[in-house]
């Protein structure tokens, strides 16, 4: 069974940064994908960015491109999620989620990560103020 725990979150100031991290465990896939996804309140949950390991390939959705930054030591189990420049939108409770990388171009969202993730994390909260 795939465990994913959250940490990190904590409150900022706008222009602030913040390094969320997921410890992972129990993967029985040969490649996975590990994202992570935010829910602000009142809305949906929405795609952040994901790391797939085969090839620690990147992606993010537009929101946050060359803010965030997706990284993973797999000798330690860890996926990081560093947040530079936050803004107030960026509030949101952040999740980790994995799920063993899929085979097919259709299973892929357009900006590049797996449409479904199968193991979820508890959420971590970031709070930015302005």
């Known amino acids: 069974e795939v465990q994913l725990q959250a940490s990190g979150g904590g409150s900022v100031q706008a222009g602030g940064s913040l390094r969320l991290s997921c410890e992972a465990s129990?993967?029985?896939?040969?490649?996975?994908?590990v994202g992570w996804f935010r829910q602000a309140p009142g809305k949906e949950r929405e795609g952040v960015a994901c790391?797939?390991?085969?090839?620690?390939?990147?992606y993010y959705t537009d929101p946050v491109k060359e803010r965030f930054s997706i990284s993973s030591d797999n000798a330690k189990n860890m996926v990081y999620l560093q947040m530079n420049n936050l803004k107030p939108e960026d509030t949101a409770v952040y999740y980790c989620?994995?799920?063993?990388?899929?085979?097919?171009?259709?299973?892929?969202?357009?900006?590049?990560?797996?449409?479904?993730?199968?193991?979820w994390g508890q959420g971590t909260q970031v709070t930015v103020s302005s």
């Open positions: 989620a994995a799920v063993a990388t899929p085979l097919l171009p259709t299973d892929f969202t357009s900006y590049g990560c797996p449409a479904d993730f199968d193991s």
């Open positions: 790391i797939i390991d085969i090839d620690d390939a990147e």
């Open positions: 129990g993967f029985t896939s040969d490649d996975y994908t």
